[in-house]
T-cell receptor, first 115, second 116 residues
């Protein structure tokens, strides 16, 4: 049981390049999330998904797109990277069942630098 | 919109002392308040949580208190140890959380340093 796995762990992009971050979970969770973490800003929600085939915007969605084609995978895309997107990106997942605790399980993070 | 404010941003204590981190939330509909700990270079992990129908919860050296009237909640760590050094995040979510997509609104984080 690997939990939540993110790939890649590190990436350097040039301004204008595109890339996709992959998040995979093996806990059969319905809900999945993408956050970015910047110094002094905490964890800010980019997009989230409440199930396969669904996505929704979080607090800071501009410049990002997501897809949830399979229940276990949640992809975050940057179509044209900007230096302002330099950050550490975390994926998380949680159960959706009534009565269950809303515990979010995080991946190890992706450190992205945009030059 | 929903907002969670966390203070202080940094906290330095001597080993064995207590540490207190405070958060305030803006949405009175919030009813679940977890705390996450993130060690340097690691992922955030849940350490304790509290629901709005409870005023205090303890787990060994850590405790969380909630004041619904004032809309604030706090994390208390007693007898701090060097391994408590980390960034701590508070968060809040509304009820029923499963109808809200399980969304958490996080505070800005507190970097706790415990000096031996």
């Amino acid at each position: 049981n690997a939990g939540v796995t993110q790939t890649p762990k590190f990436r350097v992009l040039k301004t204008g390049q595109s890339m996709t971050l992959l998040c995979a979970q093996d806990m059969n969770h319905e809900y999945m999330y993408w956050y970015r973490q910047d110094p002094g800003m905490g964890l800010r929600l980019i997009h989230y998904s409440v199930g396969e085939g669904t996505t929704a915007k979080g607090e800071v969605p501009d410049g990002y797109n997501v897809s949830r084609l399979k229940k276990q995978n949640f992809l975050l895309g940057l179509e044209s990277a900007a230096p302002s997107q330099t950050s550490v990106y975390f994926c998380a997942s949680s159960y959706s069942k009534q009565g269950a605790k809303n515990i979010q399980y995080f991946g190890a993070g992706t450190r992205l630098s945009v030059l | 919109g929903e907002n969670v404010e966390q203070h202080p941003s940094t906290l330095s204590v001597q080993e064995g002392d207590s540490a207190v981190i405070k958060c305030t939330y803006s949405d009175s509909a919030s009813n679940y308040f977890p705390w996450y700990k993130q060690e340097l270079g690691k992922r955030p992990q849940l350490i304790i949580d509290i629901r709005s129908n409870v005023g205090e919860k303890k787990d060994q050296r850590i405790a969380v208190t909630l004041n619904k009237t004032a809309k604030h909640f706090s994390l208390h760590i007693t007898e701090t140890q060097p391994e408590d050094s980390a960034v701590y995040f508070c968060a809040a979510s509304k009820s029923p959380w499963y109808n809200q997509g399980g969304k958490l609104i996080f505070g800005q984080g507190t970097e706790l340093s415990v000096k031996p």
